[in-house]
Each structure stands twice: as C-alpha cells, then as structure tokens.
C-alpha cells in the first residue's frame, strides 16, 4: 500500500521560512515527477511546484517563483518544499503528490496526472 506522509507545517511570521518534507513508503519516487499543491479555505486548490524525476527540471506557480524550492532525495524517498519570505497569503493546508509519469506536464498545476496524496501539512504566517 502506497502511503505520501507530509511534516514540517506550522506557524511562522511573514519574513520566515519553513521546510516541508514529504515521504513516500510502497513506492519508489525515483522514476517519477512529484508536486506541492496547496487549499486555503475557500479557495481552490492551487499548483505551487513540481518537479521531473531527475530533478533537473522544476516548475512554480507564479505566486512562489523566487521565494519556494522544490527539491527532492530519491534515495530517502523524500519530496521537499523550502519556502521563504513567507507571506499571510501563504496560509494554507499544503498537500505533496506523486505524478503518474517522469516529467511534469505544461498543466502540471491543474493536479490532474497524480495518483497518491498525502493528508497535508498546515502552514499558517501571520503578519
């Protein structure tokens, strides 16, 4: 059975940082893509990253570009977030998935073309 567990959620400042882990077990993620997506309440959910299972190739949304990195360790089967100049609009349950493929398509965002989630992890900045 193939389970994504996310860590790392919590409370920060506006300005701080956070590192979100995202640990896959039943699965290898080395042949495959993996994504950050996120849901405010109220809000739909929304692409943050993802990234090829090579890790040579990585895509944002526009609204983490230059602030978020998306990294992976293939070899401790893990998916990471490192967010930075977190902002209150970062608030959000955040959610890793790993794609049915190696690459992240151009709609990666919309989520669809992922096959196992995790429960999530809170993050929540305050101003």
């Known amino acids: 059975q193939v389970q994504v567990v996310e860590s790392g959620g919590g409370s920060v400042q506006a300005g701080g940082s956070l590192r979100l882990s995202c640990t896959a077990s039943g699965l290898s993620i080395t042949e495959y893509a993996m994504g950050w997506f996120r849901q405010a309440p109220g809000k739909e959910r929304e692409g943050v990253a993802c990234i090829w299972s090579g890790a040579l190739n990585t895509n944002y949304g526009d609204s983490v570009k230059g602030r978020f990195t998306i990294s992976r360790d293939n070899a401790k089967n893990t998916l990471y977030l490192q967010m930075n100049s977190l902002k209150p609009e970062d608030t959000a349950m955040y959610y890793c998935?790993?794609?049915?493929?190696?690459?992240?398509?151009?709609?990666?965002?919309?989520?669809?073309?992922?096959?196992?989630w995790g429960q999530g992890t809170q993050v929540t900045v305050s101003s």
């Open positions: 998935a790993t794609r049915s493929y190696s690459y992240c398509s151009v709609n990666w965002f919309q989520g669809l073309g992922y096959n196992h």
